[in-house]
């Protein structure tokens, strides 16, 4: 298959020599019966490194999503959340299905709310309406252009909601992003947050996996749910050494990403009808407009696929492209070359 230059996410990496090393050489056991040793290792590592007592290991981000909503709430419930969300938008509707709640959907500024939005939103104590129980947060935001979530809003919101003895769970898909772009450790950001998930299958690198961090009861009760849901897995230290890897060797390096991300918006906002602002991109994402160019995103994706690069069309006007792993430095400058080409007939 053709080499391509994928920027359509950060999931599409493949697991490096050294990787797969480890993951050949990990001691397995069962571990619906807690009996693998390398998945209790990754547990106890993504609990100390959240801060959290305990933290229990998923195949998929949507499913660390969605068992923390199944675990906060009752069917009926009403769960704040910003509009862009992941998983108001593309968990495939799962937590009307799996939890029987209803989303309250904010609209955010690149998809960070404001504590005064949230209480607007909770609902009177009267019985016509639905309970509010737990508030949604996602850092870094990816719809929001990997945008990362000021701490501290993230402390004015969680301080407002144990004021009003709401829960609230921290989508953190990307946190390793957030952390590494700002400064402040993951434990700092997720102190805030009764419950906190995080996947080692986007910038991180690994080809499967993600947590779910909280107290040990609430943990305890998402390990019931894993196991309805289908996802109690058995020799599954194969993967989870794969983690294990991805927190010891590939955390530091998401700055690399950072900077072929900021690069490449600011060679972007060269071409003429490319609407971006470098200085909102903040991690490894970036959304732009392309409505200046004459050309639908859909357009510019299969076009853009003959010169070797892959991107993602985001609605009408956008496209997101994703830095990763598998994207050098070189490869920006290339994609940057096929940008210009692609474009240039309307250039001129
Ligand atoms: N996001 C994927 C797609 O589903 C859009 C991507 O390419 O970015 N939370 C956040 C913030 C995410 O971005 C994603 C994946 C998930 C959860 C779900 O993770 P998976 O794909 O492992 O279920």
Redesign the pocket.
């Known amino acids: 298959m053709k080499d391509f230059i994928d920027l359509?996410?950060?999931?599409v990496t493949k697991p490096t020599p050294a990787m797969r090393k480890a993951m050949t050489e990990a001691e397995v056991g069962d571990d619906v019966f807690g009996e693998d040793p390398t998945v209790n290792a990754l547990q106890e590592k993504v609990a100390r490194i959240l801060g959290k007592e305990a933290s229990i290991f998923v195949p998929?981000?949507?499913?660390a999503?969605q068992l923390a909503i199944k675990s906060h709430t009752q069917p009926g419930d009403e769960v704040i959340i910003e509009a862009t969300s992941?998983p108001y938008n593309?968990?495939g509707g799962a937590s009307a299905v799996l939890s029987a709640v209803q989303f309250y959907c904010l609209k955010g500024s690149r998809g960070i709310l404001e504590a005064s939005q949230i209480e607007e939103a909770i609902r009177p104590d009267d019985h016509h309406f639905p309970v509010t129980r737990l508030i949604c947060l996602?850092n870094t935001h990816?719809r929001g252009g990997g945008s990362i979530y000021p701490i501290q809003r993230i402390a004015e919101i969680s301080r407002f909601a144990k004021s009003k003895g709401l829960l609230l769970h921290l989508?953190g898909?990307?946190l390793w992003n957030a952390s590494v772009a700002s400064g402040i450790k993951p434990q700092e950001y997720a102190q805030w947050a009764d419950s906190v998930s995080v996947?080692l299958?986007?910038g991180l690198g690994a080809p499967i996996g993600?947590l779910v961090a909280g107290s040990k009861t609430f943990i305890d009760r998402v390990h019931r749910f894993r196991k309805m849901f289908g996802g109690g897995m058995r020799q599954a230290g194969i993967i989870a050494a794969a983690g294990i890897y991805a927190l010891d060797h590939h955390i530091d390096r998401l700055k690399e990403d950072h900077q072929n991300a900021k690069r490449l918006a600011l060679g972007l906002k060269e071409i003429k009808g490319i609407s971006i602002d470098p200085e909102e991109v903040e991690t490894n994402i970036l959304i732009f407009d392309v409505a200046g160019t004459g050309m639908t995103p859909l357009q510019v994706r299969d076009t853009i696929k003959k010169e070797g690069v892959l991107i993602h069309a985001v609605g009408k006007t956008q496209i997101r492209l994703?830095t990763h792993l598998d994207v050098s430095k070189d490869d920006i400058e290339t994609a940057l070359k096929a940008f210009k080409k692609v474009l240039r007939p309307i250039q001129s």
């Open positions: 359509r996410s950060d999931t998929s981000g949507t499913m999503n992941h593309f968990e996602e990816n989508d898909a990307r996947c299958s986007k993600s994703v």
